[in-house]
């Protein structure tokens, strides 16, 4: 055996050795992450990029080093036995099936392996990177034509790219594998270009053919596994992102509701609720809620309108908001119904499922917690006033207000005769008001939304805009009438101009003034439409607040500033 064979035995022993002495210590050795974190960092603050994007780039990263740290097991295990088999032929002095070139590259490569598997602060994206070039390099040299001859180029052109080329094409960024590739596919065709003896009549033995199938092929594979990765990540950031928000959500529901429960695209619970069972007094021993749907437990009247609602949300209907605030009517085991404020927030699994989580507050004997939400929230307004919404019949549901009915006075008179009143109760020391006492008017512009005029009581709010007059729930609301113009004079219902609204909040400055009222649309000889708003206090508290008020503002001009 001659003494560079000798070497090349020995040099593959202590590798060896090296190799089985880590086998044994790996128990013992912790990984050592912080280089890659380092490394991580400074990557990041590169490009000033969002949180969430930042997120996504670390988890492509992190799903890269993975599969190399993968592909360093295995690789090392190929090369390890090829290095065996190597060795076993020289001792053995069998014929040399490889040439002495690929017999070191084979060398040099487990030796890398063995230095990456060893070291783990040497797994980051750097360490592969260098490696992907040497190993690179080393190809460049075994394709040659000072270590390969023509007749075997295209058989070792496939072999280093089943071993080396295409198992760590994704450990380094894509510009590495296009560059290497190309210099390889540069090299191919100088030499095939200069090849002096007749050029093969077959496309799999024409090594120019081959290694622009191997480059495509290498890039391809990259390109796709670069995408794969994103994508598993961008899933992942949207994974992470619903269950933060759900969770609190949840445990924010769970604060303030007696039951919690979360329903599917079907109305149906999607697991048993203690909570909702004891509510309902269902509690028997065995008895799951888990499949029922959630609208066998309300009236009827109110289960439909909640699949209504429910439906238009999961078609896209309901634009506006993702959750929604109502009060509905429970009935129990006893046939016993009960008032229910019911918090509904409508989510995306990770598997694309709609779902629904539901937070049921029974207020049968307490106030509730958003009635002036609920009030405000939707596209119409209750019709009665004891500070209880209710579901709305389908005939509410086209218009943001509802049209007074049985009224056949004169658009003049109709706002008058539609709405009187009743007297307010008197206040300690304070006489009895009268129907009318504390009647105003506004005339609301629609193509500015601010007030035109206003009665002479309150004239110092001709001017004002709505924004600093009403709440945005009121503002909102009011901006909601003009396109519904033309739906009513789709359906001939314009000549119904007076409608009804109850529990809007006034603000005069630092005094917030709940009224109700009616709203008429007034048209003028050119066709500008305005609206003019009769309202009156809901209560003698808020009589005394905008008495006061209408007394403090008596000789003010200025319309003072919303605080």
Known sequence: MEAIDLTLVLLGAV????????????????????ARKLLANATNRRRELDPEERRIQALVEAGRMRVAKVNVGILLF???????????????????PLSREVQWAVLVNVALYLALWLGPELQTSLAFSLWYLVASACTFFILSPAATANSVLTTRSLVTFAFWRLPTSSWPPSWIVACC???????????????????????????????????????AVKVGFECLLRSMAVLQVRHDKVGSELQGATSLLRHICDAVIEVDADLR??????????????????????GVSFTDFMTPADAQKFSKLLEAQLAGKAEDFESNVFHTRLVDSCSSQFRVETFQVRYERWDGQVCSLIGLRD???????????INDMREHQPEHRDGLARMVSDSEVSYPWRPSSGSSATPELAATMAYTPEPLPPGPGEKTSQPGDSQLLLEIDLDTFTV???????????????????????????????????????NGQLGCTVFNFGFLDL?????????????????????????????????????????????????????????
Request: one cysteine or more; glycine letters at 6%; charged letters at 20%.
């Open 15 to 34: 590798l060896q050795v090296v190799l089985v002495v880590r086998l044994v210590c790996l128990v013992r050795w912790q990984h050592l992450e912080k």
């Open 78 to 96: 190929l090369s390890s036995v090829t290095l065996a088999g190597i060795q076993v032929q020289h001792l053995k002095y069998l014929a040399e």
């Open 181 to 219: 590739g190309f210099v390889l596919w540069a090299q191919a065709c100088v030499r095939f270009l200069t090849w002096s003896e007749p050029h093969s009549s077959t496309m799999h033995e024409n090594p120019l053919v081959v290694e622009t199938f191997m480059f495509g092929v290498s890039l």
């Open 269 to 290: 619970l999607t697991k048993h609720s203690k909570e909702l069972a004891n509510m309902l007094l269902r509690h028997r021993p065995g008895g799951s809620l888990e």
């Open 363 to 373: 207020f049968t004997d307490q106030g509730c917690l958003a009635a002036n939400v």
């Open 452 to 490: 035109r005029s206003a009665s002479v009581s309150v004239s110092f709010l001709a001017g004002c805009a709505l924004g600093d007059l009403m709440s945005l729930q009121g503002h909102r609301l009011f901006r909601q009438v003009k396109p519904q113009l033309a739906a009513l004079e789709q």
């Open 507 to 563: 603000h005069f400055g630092a005094v917030s003034v709940e009224v109700d009222g009616v709203v008429e649309i007034m048209q003028t000889q050119r066709g500008e439409l305005s609206l003019i708003m009769l309202f009156a206090p809901t209560s003698a508290k808020s009589y005394k607040k905008l008495e006061d008020m209408k007394a403090k503002h008596a000789k003010v001009s200025d319309w003072p500033v919303r605080l």
